[in-house]
């Protein structure tokens, strides 16, 4: 897998390079990039080859995201979400959802989701409400049972790929009981409506726009088939909630400094020594912040979940964020004024990166919880505010 996806990765950047300052500047979705995403396969990425993927590992998918997000990172920041979506499905065992009490019949269902995406089809993520931002325990879009399915309502923000997706993972509570947060695959269409709110300093080409949703689904959207199991899988693979953006994040930081060393060169400014020390300790900096993201990835794929492996997870995310945005910060000042125009690469970098902090889990999060486990305690329990 690995070769035939990065290689992909690699040849697509380019191309997305080519078209992100106007995606930038207009706000507009990069849908000419999400085609040749379908093109090359990707969307299979993390599908398992059983089913028509790729069957990729989470540091393939990994390697594969920081090649995408070096060609424009609001493209690979969309496409993690999706890939977040189907390698969560795919990790879901036999074993495993034996555990968990999933009945045989939402594997198959599962399965037709995931192979769907191998063929095409790309599931974006509307969790995040105002208000409760991605914690899964305060939101307040709400589903109740109904003949022959569920009938979801409520408002999502920050839906990344909005009104572009094939489809929406949607998490939500239980009209009756809420403490009950369970997970539904949305199809586009009816009964979703988008509106258009993404006016933001940096990612601007995410359409991360407001998704409200009074729409009934058949009972096979429930993911798991069974109630209440968001809660669970977060616990169970907090890579996909927390450190699958930090693999964008790093490529960001080295699209940064990539732009300067083209416009460095361009205007043969190389021989100052101070610059030359910026771009060197940009490199180091962010070289160690890749090394992080790539330990916490193989830690993932031997042993997920285990508590090791978490901690590295949460480091991966709290240093690629703030890797990205001091690097970019500096690779501003290295350029000099020339670069803080609108449309040079280097002023939108310089945005894209400032957002690696922000997102869930943000960087104070992430190190209070390594704060919290270094002190001995329980970081999922022991924090101040419920992590999800």
């Not at 993520?125 to 939101?139: I, P, Q, T």
């Not at 589903?143 to 569920?150: H, L, Q």
């Not at 998704?211 to 199991?229: F, I, K, S, W, Y």
Request: glycine residues 10%.
């Amino acid at each position: 897998m690995t070769v035939h996806a990065l290689e992909a990765a690699r040849r697509l950047a380019p191309r997305f390079a080519a078209r992100a300052a106007g995606h930038d500047r207009d706000g507009s979705f990069p849908v000419d990039d999400f085609e040749d995403l379908r093109e090359a396969g990707l969307f299979g990425l993390m599908v398992p080859t059983e089913l028509g993927g790729l069957g990729a590992t989470f540091a393939e998918y990994a390697a594969v995201a920081g090649e995408l997000a070096r060609g424009n990172g609001a493209t690979a920041l969309v496409f993690n979400m999706h890939a977040s979506v189907t390698g969560a499905l795919g990790a879901v065992t036999e074993e495993l959802a034996e555990s968990l009490g999933v009945p045989d019949e939402a594997l198959a269902a599962r399965d037709v989701l995931l192979r769907a995406a191998a063929e095409g089809s790309w599931y974006a993520v509307a969790m995040s409400e105002r208000g409760a931002g991605a914690r899964l325990s305060r939101l307040s879009t709400v589903y109740e049972p109904v003949e022959g399915g569920w009938h979801l309502k409520g408002s999502k923000t920050f839906c990344s790929g909005a009104g572009h997706a094939d489809g929406y993972l949607v998490a939500a509570r239980s009209a009756t009981d809420p403490s009950v947060v369970s997970q539904f695959l949305v199809p586009a269409g009816s009964g979703l409506e988008v509106e258009s709110t993404w006016d933001s300093l940096g990612m601007r080409a995410t359409s991360s726009h407001d998704l409200h949703l009074d729409v009934t689904v058949p009972t096979d959207r429930l993911l798991g088939g069974v109630e209440g199991l968001a809660l669970v899988v977060a616990q169970l693979m907090p890579h996909w909630l927390v450190a699958s953006y930090a693999a964008v994040y790093t490529g960001v930081a080295r699209a940064a400094i990539d732009a300067v060393a083209e416009h460095l060169v361009a205007r043969d400014l190389t021989g100052l020594p101070a610059v030359r020390a910026r771009v060197g300790r940009a490199d180091a900096t962010v070289a160690a912040a890749q090394l992080a993201v790539a330990e916490a990835a193989r830690r993932v794929d031997e042993a997920p979940g285990d508590e090791e492996t978490n901690r590295w997870v949460w480091r991966a995310k709290l240093l690629a964020g703030t890797t990205a945005a001091e690097v970019a910060a500096s690779m501003l000042e290295a350029a000099g004024t020339s670069a803080t125009r609108r449309g040079h690469p280097s002023e939108r970098l310089y945005r894209d990166a400032r957002c690696g902090s922000l997102h869930p889990a943000t960087s104070d999060v992430c190190a209070d919880w390594l704060g919290i486990a270094t002190l001995g305690g329980d970081p999922d329990r022991d924090g101040s505010t419920p992590r999800w």
